[in-house]
């Protein structure tokens, strides 16, 4: 089982894509890093320190897309057991941008906290509130600062199943054999994903993956004028070779993953709009894309 995958570096790039019912292509290509830090690790308390920088370079024939986006985050998800209950939190400051200028709306803090009740054997539930300061799509009602109740269900009736959910998420793990893993989420309102992990070698591990993707930013004044967001979104389907290469003889030492990866997309839409006055400045829908990526990381706890 994989437990930790940091740090970690990738390059991904698309093939020059035609727009629908355009003269028009687009053409793009992005590297990310992350890495995270172990504070606390043991059995009654947990403390992990997580951080990530991503930078994507866009490009099409008219030149009306932002040239790049930039993004960064530092996080902390923590655990800790008193008596019966447990308290779960995390906290996420993140900025997504064009990169020109910096303004207020391009930087969010997600945070949430809830305590983990028992409830049986198999069952536990997560009651937690939940705050975001990150801009609203669309105008209108915004919850915009304004903590949210939530509460989470989690059934596990063995080590190899696990099924969480939610008002706003669900995600299941499922390890039916040794070489095998199987993993699906669903996220309000940003839509699912299904993940199958095989390892059909010690040295190797074949990742099938189908989802949607959604990701969006925030531009800046000297260029698109106040109050604007670009959203990238679409369906993929691919997979993944990834080449491991232990780094000890130990069980449980720490691997370096080579990985290849390559996905068909679908459904690739790039709209950029004003999101208080729901005022749409264009749109693009691309045709069906291909896209590769290399990746480089280390595993832990990997069996």
Do not use: C
Request: hydrophobic fraction near 40%; proline fraction near 6%.
């Amino acid at each position: 089982m994989e437990l930790a995958r940091a740090p970690g570096v990738r390059y991904l790039f698309g093939l020059e894509t035609p727009v629908i019912g355009k003269d028009d292509a687009i053409r793009w290509q992005g590297i990310d890093g992350s890495a995270g830090v172990p504070l606390l690790t043991g059995p009654q308390r947990s403390l992990i320190i997580t951080g990530r920088v991503r930078y994507l370079g866009l490009d099409n024939r008219r030149n009306t897309l932002p040239p790049r986006l930039v993004a960064g985050s530092l996080g902390a998800f923590g655990s800790f057991a008193i008596g019966e209950v447990t308290l779960k939190s995390f906290v996420n400051f993140s900025l997504k941008s064009d990169g020109d200028t910096a303004t207020w709306d391009a930087f969010s803090l997600i945070a949430s906290v809830g305590v983990e009740v028992p409830i049986d054997d198999e069952w536990s539930a997560t009651p937690s509130l939940f705050f975001s300061t990150a801009v609203r799509d669309t105008g209108g009602l915004s919850l915009r600062y304004i903590p949210l109740p939530d509460v989470t269900f989690a059934w596990k009736p063995s080590d190899s199943f696990e099924l969480e959910f939610g008002l706003r998420s669900a995600k299941l793990r499922w390890d039916p054999a040794e070489w095998l893993t199987v993993e699906a989420g669903y996220t309000f309102p940003f839509g699912g994903s299904l993940r199958i992990s095989e390892r059909p070698a010690k040295w190797l591990r074949v990742i099938q993956f189908f989802g949607q993707y959604t990701d969006r930013y925030v531009l800046q004044k000297e260029r698109w004028g106040s109050n604007h967001l670009i959203r990238i979104e679409g369906f993929a389907g691919g997979i993944t070779h990834e080449f491991l290469l232990p780094l000890g003889n130990e069980p449980g030492a720490p691997v370096l993953a080579f990985g290849l990866t390559y996905a068909f997309a679908v459904g690739g839409k790039i709209r950029i709009w004003n999101y208080v006055d729901d005022d749409e400045l264009f749109e693009l829908k691309a045709r069906p894309a291909h896209n590769f990526g290399l990746s480089i990381s280390l595993v832990f706890g990997s069996r």
